[in-house]
């Protein structure tokens, strides 16, 4: 008896394999499990039209050239540890197709299946607009994680270029295509996790026993993706400062520029230098004067605002009495961060975005870059004004407007021009049913200094959850932990030294819910602190000020 197989990936794309037989898949078509295992030269066997294999061989044990881009993302200790072990690598593309303008496009993947596999699978997110298929390795997505890649402890790894290949992952051309643009909103995670198991399965003869998957910024909004449309694909996800409203996100980036460029002094032509708004020196002041105010508040002032939810600070404190000097700002200055700070809204006063909470880690280098760059010239390098109006113009608009000037959005006219790209992009929804069911876990991280991402605007997404959860029923299944000091997934004064897949390995197979995560970091040598799931916040209890012992977490 033999009938056909037809198949739909995330996208809802049908999509025709060869026959199947009594259930079990005739040569060249994958299935769940093997009946033996595939050496891995023979995994190139496996592939279809709708699979190329470009590349299955063995790697020898051995480390990381220097010059490879997976290095970046290595840190720290773990950079000393990159002794890669033995294993098979696996290079392809799924549904290679030709799109919009005759452009090339298909979802580029890298597998990396260790010899000594501890039967773990894990989703290795991207980042910016992805575009790249990163190394697959499994680093922890936080820069200052001193703990070794997943590929080290015996993961089989995948990555994804999410469907599209750009000069860089800030490359947004793949918005004029609308096949693209499903892709990387969500189409490749359930398409990746899919053939990437298969051929887990296939070359180990056995699925995966547990699947994770987990990411930082636009993988960390992949990761809230994986977890609400397909919740049936992963055991645990760790979802790094999230992404999950990034069209709102981008038009808040576009008020913050404008913003800042309106306290700007200006080059003889006229020109508002960007970066110049705020000087190092002047962002020190305004993170002294948080400090000053917030501090103490969790019973230690210790150089961290850990008491996030009771932190109030007015910029107007610093303001000048009368000309502009070292130890006060002017009033463009005060009314520029007042106006970012407050978040990005309408001439009705309506929100676009969130407001943001205010953390000394404003002063560090990783905010700068986002907010204002480094650029003595008016042709700014900061993030906010590079990165996100390409974005806006070829992806977030709907239809794309190339050539768009995002510095002239009209926060009125063009917020609904984005709704289109928010329904399928944005993982804003709160129903986590089946995924609860199969007794998924969900741990979050945010830096409360992120400047990218809103700190407040994922803590009031996390009250949604637990109204639309529960409380308790939604802590029993994720857990959101605020990082203070932290800026974009990691880097700040912070203790930004953790290990989330550690803590999401443990929930999953052991029940063993993360009541804190012990960070470490080099912003404060020796010293160790807890970080608390949400609403709990650190209080320090006495003893040893240095020590995580000497907290505990209790709500505000």
């Known amino acids: ?129 992805d575009g790249v298929v990163g190394e ?94 397909f919740p049936t694909a992963f055991d645990g996800i760790v979802a790094g400062a999230p992404a999950f409203r990034l069209t709102r996100a981008a038009l808040g980036q576009v008020w913050d520029t404008q913003a800042f460029l309106s306290a700007a002094p200006k080059d003889p032509e006229g020109r508002p230098i960007l970066a110049e708004a705020l000087s190092e020196a002047d962002l020190t002041l305004v993170a002294g004067a948080v400090l000053k105010t917030c501090d103490a508040a969790d019973g230690l002032a210790d150089g961290t605002v850990e008491a996030v939810a009771s932190c109030r600070f007015d910029p107007a404190s610093l303001a000048c009495p009368g000309d502009k000097t070292a130890t006060c700002l002017s009033q463009p200055q005060v009314d520029a961060l007042r106006r970012s700070f407050s978040g990005a809204k309408d001439s009705q006063g309506r929100p676009v975005y969130a407001s943001w909470p205010w953390d000394p880690g404003l002063a560090a280098p990783g905010w700068r870059a986002w907010k204002l760059g480094t650029s003595k010239t008016a042709t700014p390098n900061a993030r906010n004004a590079t990165l996100g109006p390409a974005a806006i113009a070829n992806y977030i608009l709907t239809p794309p407007d190339p050539g768009f000037d995002a510095l002239r959005f009209d926060f009125d006219r063009d917020v609904p021009r984005t709704a289109e790209t928010a329904s399928f992009n944005d993982p804003t929804g709160t129903f986590l049913s089946t995924f609860a069911a199969r007794g998924g876990r969900l741990l979050v ?49 912070a203790l930004d030294d953790f290990d989330p897949l550690a803590a999401i390995e443990s929930w999953v197979e052991r029940d063993e819910a993360p009541d804190r995560l012990t960070a470490r970091g080099t912003a404060f040598p020796g010293r160790t602190r807890p970080l608390c799931p949400f609403p709990r916040e650190a209080r320090y209890q006495g003893g040893e000020a240095e020590r995580a012992e000497s907290f505990s977490c209790k709500e505000p």
């Open 445 to 493: 991280y945010q830096g409360v200094a992120d400047p990218v991402f809103s700190a407040r605007d994922l803590v009031a997404h996390w009250q949604d959850l637990a109204r639309d959860n529960g409380g308790a029923a939604l802590a029993e299944r994720a857990r959101l932990f605020l990082v203070p000091g932290m800026t974009h997934c990691g880097g700040g004064p």
């Open 1 to 129: 008896m033999m009938r056909s197989a037809t198949r739909r990936n995330g996208t809802g794309r049908a999509r025709r394999s060869l026959p199947v037989v009594f259930g079990l898949c005739l040569p060249g078509v994958l299935s769940p499990a093997s009946a033996a295992p595939l050496a891995c030269g023979d995994l190139a066997r496996l592939a279809r039209p709708d699979l190329r294999i470009a590349r299955a061989e063995a790697v020898p044990a051995g480390t990381l050239p220097a010059d490879n881009p997976g290095r970046a993302a290595l840190t720290g200790a773990a950079r000393a540890k990159a002794a890669l072990p033995a294993h098979c690598l696996v290079e392809g593309t799924i549904d290679p197709r030709v799109g919009a303008g005759g452009v090339a496009y298909g979802i580029g993947f890298q597998l990396r299946l260790p010899e000594a596999w501890n039967g773990r699978f894990l989703f290795q997110g991207g980042g910016g607009l």
């Open 136 to 229: 697959a390795l499994g680093a922890i997505p936080v820069s200052g994680a001193t703990a070794p890649p997943a590929l080290l402890r015996g993961y089989a790894v995948v990555s994804t270029d999410s469907g599209h290949r750009g000069r860089d992952n800030a490359d947004a051309a793949f918005g004029l295509d609308q096949q693209a643009r499903i892709d990387f909103a969500y189409g490749a995670v359930g398409a990746v996790a899919r053939e990437a198991k298969a051929l887990v399965a296939a070359r180990y003869g056995r699925a995966p026993a547990h699947a994770y998957f987990m990411g930082c910024s636009n993988g960390g909004r992949s990761a809230l993706m994986a977890a609400t449309r």
